[in-house]
């Protein structure tokens, strides 16, 4: 199996999870030119030299992927489905950050109660990675249903290390079983979750109901927060119809997020990626954090990212 053009750059964006699509992911140009506000805190580049010069590891097919695990001389990315979306990058050498949305989840624990954190869509385990250097004592819950991925994230991508315990205690717990099984609901509930779901290149259809938004905040503690990747512009949430919103409501181009808003009412928060970085549309929920406070609890190179979640005004 061969990957798509080297001439193409690749940006992760989700990971398959539930059993209604086999092909789950978003594919955008991620651009050499990113920057972070931080010199600690770079993006991930491809050069046009990384393109030309790639190894694939591994190439197999299960019940729900394609999986193809490639190397180049800087990271190492999982690819799935016939569309070879990107789905984890495990940087090499010092750097850590992506320069893609999972930076983001970094942000979440400062904000949440304490207890473990789950993540629908663990993939290659990127996330977990990030989260787990930035919060060494992090308790996460994984979850993944192919367990053939999560064999190739074991071997490829260094998911065994976080499963074992590191100094204070923090490690990864994966699950392979569906997102919306019952049997995941730890019984104090969870003080986050992280959902990053996707079919066929779009968010998972059922995170499009308002239903299944209160069922997922039922399985969170007092005070927990859902943050999501939502993706890009949905055409289904435009009805055909060009409109022409200010920055303040771009969000309601983004079918997933007017879902959560309709859900929970003046607590559903957005903000999107730059260009650089695949302008996906993320989502979190509760009250507003004081973003000032937030903004001095988290790495340098997510303190500026972090001022700019802003609340979802009311819509028609």
């Not at 600690?40 to 729900?64: D, G, I, N």
């Not at 690819?79 to 999972?102: A, M, P, R």
């Not at 972090?306 to 005004?313: E, S």
């Amino acid at each position: 199996m061969l990957w798509v053009s080297l001439g193409v750059k690749f940006t992760p964006i989700a990971s398959p999870l539930t059993r209604e699509g086999h092909r789950r992911g978003l594919f955008l140009p991620l651009s050499p030119s990113a920057a972070r506000s931080s010199s600690t805190c770079r993006p991930c580049r491809c050069t046009k030299s990384e393109e030309e010069t790639f190894q694939v590891l591994t190439a197999v097919k299960t019940r729900y992927n394609d999986i193809l695990v490639v190397d180049t001389p800087k990271s190492r990315m999982l690819l799935l489905d016939s569309t070879h979306n990107v789905h984890s990058i495990l940087q090499k050498g010092d750097e850590k950050w992506t320069g893609s949305y999972w930076d983001e989840f970094a942000s979440l624990p400062p904000i949440v109660p304490e207890g473990p954190i789950a993540i629908y869509g663990l993939g290659g385990g990127t996330a977990a990675h990030l989260m787990l250097d930035v919060w060494p004592s992090l308790q996460l819950e994984g979850w993944e249903i192919d367990e053939i991925l999560i064999d190739k994230a074991r071997e490829y991508f260094e998911l065994s290390n976080l499963e074992r315990c590191n100094e204070v205690g923090g490690r990864l717990q994966v699950h392979i079983d569906d997102a919306f099984s019952p049997i995941q609901n730890p019984p104090k509930g969870y003080a986050g979750i992280i959902i990053d779901l996707f079919s066929d290149g779009k968010v998972l259809s059922q995170l499009q109901e308002v239903e299944i938004w209160l069922k997922l905040s039922d399985r969170l503690m007092p005070d927990g927060r859902l943050m999501v990747n939502c993706g890009g512009v949905s055409e289904s949430s435009t009805d055909g119809k060009t409109h022409h919103q200010s920055m303040d409501d771009t969000w309601i181009q983004n079918s997933t997020i007017k879902a959560l808003a309709t859900a929970f009412p003046g607590q559903v928060h957005w903000k999107r990626t730059p260009e650089s970085q695949g302008q996906n549309y993320l989502a979190l929920t509760g009250p507003l954090p004081d973003l000032t406070s937030w903004s001095a609890t988290v790495p340098g190179c997510l303190s500026e990212a972090v001022k700019q979640w802003r609340t979802c005004k009311p819509f028609p």
